[in-house]
Nanobody, 119 residues
Framework: QVQLVDSGGGLVQAGGSLRLSCAAS????????MGWYRQAPGKQRELVAA???????NYADSVKGRFTISRDNAKNTVYLQMDSLKPEDTAVYYC?????????????WGQGTQVTVSS
């Protein structure tokens, strides 16, 4: 079992920056990848950025060059640095952890943190 607590959202002007944090606890050594998803009103939840234990990263095309995912292994925390924010970035952002075991793939989610970007 993995527990995730995400935070750092808020209200920001277009062009501004925010940094989201996600603290993981529980079976942290079993996590194979962590990432951030977002869900805007009336839209499906989409992958924003992901980071695997092997060090590879993936970004949605819409955020490439603006967002950066990173981790602090000592603190069991992953971050999403968001720069040059746009109104279309407005969404609830969810931290995600993926765990693979003998049963299959398991996903765990934070409670979500609201990001609102005003024009």
């Amino acid at each position: 079992q993995v527990q995730l607590v995400d935070s750092g959202g808020g209200l920001v002007q277009a062009g501004g920056s925010l940094r989201l944090s996600c603290a993981a606890s529980g079976s942290i050594f079993s996590i194979s990848a962590m990432g951030w998803y977002r869900q805007a009103p009336g839209k499906q939840r989409e992958l924003v950025a992901a980071n695997t234990r092997g060090g590879s990263t993936n970004y949605a095309d819409s955020v490439k060059g603006r967002f950066t995912i990173s981790r602090d292994n000592a603190k069991n925390t992953v971050y999403l640095q968001m720069d040059s924010l746009k109104p279309e970035d407005t969404a609830v952002y969810y931290c995600n952890a993926r765990r693979l075991d003998e049963v299959g793939v398991h996903d765990y989610w934070g409670q979500g943190t609201q990001v609102t970007v005003s024009s």
